[in-house]
């Protein structure tokens, strides 16, 4: 069975600062790796994703990721934060059944202050 | 192409009421999944399918019955609606395989029993 866990509900950064947004997983098998944005009252959109491969991701809107096994991290970052980019952001991984389900965190509300 | 598509947006149901959410996707994927979003928790698998006439439970099925008599369709039904039913609802469909896989997700159907 697989788990993710976000550490922290709720993140605050200034405009222009840096974004960190993390996420640990446990996994039996090599992982596949996701982060999903949400705006208000909207479905979920893919930010990013890991499959095999290199282990830093680059996704849409400035967002990157690194894979770390050592580490069992899949944590978010952007250089410098965007009033839009205020949203809520999950992290899930993906079943190595038939299925392919996921299995989410419990998501990190982001807030960007001007 | 309009990608998964749910109906309705929102909903009030009386205690014990029955309803059916309708999910619909046009882009021939095999895999579909119910997921229900509470504040805080994250999302929560209720039933997937990996094809037209197969289906089966996921994490938090109980109170909730799914079809899928073709490939495009997966209504979520509830038979008795209870208070703890209140939530947001999302469908999502995907691939059967390979490393592209991804997970595209409805707008959400936004529940409330009372």
């Known amino acids: 069975a697989q788990s993710v866990t976000q550490l922290g509900s709720h993140v605050s950064v200034s405009e222009g600062a840096l974004v960190l947004l993390r996420c640990n997983y446990s996994?039996?098998?090599?992982?596949?790796l996701f982060w999903y944005v949400q705006y208000p009252n909207q479905g979920l959109q893919l930010l990013l994703k890991?499959?095999?491969?290199?282990?830093l991701v680059k996704g849409i809107n400035g967002f990157e990721a690194e894979f770390k096994k050592s580490e069992t991290s899949f944590h978010l970052t952007k250089p410098s934060a965007h009033m839009s980019d205020a949203a809520e952001y999950f992290c899930?991984?993906?079943?190595?059944?038939?299925?392919?389900?996921?299995?989410f965190g419990s998501g990190t509300q982001l807030t960007v202050l001007p | 192409n309009a990608g998964v598509t749910q109906t309705p947006k929102f909903r009030i149901l009386k205690i014990g009421q029955s309803m059916t959410l309708q999910c619909a996707q046009d882009?021939?994927?095999?895999?579909m999944y119910w997921y229900r979003q509470d504040p805080g928790m994250g999302l929560k698998l209720i039933y997937y399918?990996?094809?037209?006439?197969?289906?089966d439970k996921g994490e938090v099925p109980n109170g909730y019955n799914v079809s899928r008599s073709t490939t495009e369709d997966f209504p979520l039904r509830l038979e008795l609606a209870a208070p703890s039913q209140t939530s947001v609802y999302f469908c999502?469909?995907?691939?059967?395989?390979?490393?592209?896989?991804?997970?595209?997700f409805g707008q959400g159907t936004r529940l409330t029993v009372v």
């Open positions: 882009m021939n994927h095999n895999y």
């Open positions: 899930a991984v993906m079943g190595s059944g038939s299925a392919r389900q996921l299995t």
């Open positions: 399918s990996v094809g037209a006439g197969i289906t």
């Open positions: 890991y499959t095999t491969g290199a282990t």
């Open positions: 999502a469909s995907s691939r059967r395989q390979g490393e592209n896989t991804e997970a595209f």
């Open positions: 996994s039996s098998v090599p992982p596949y």
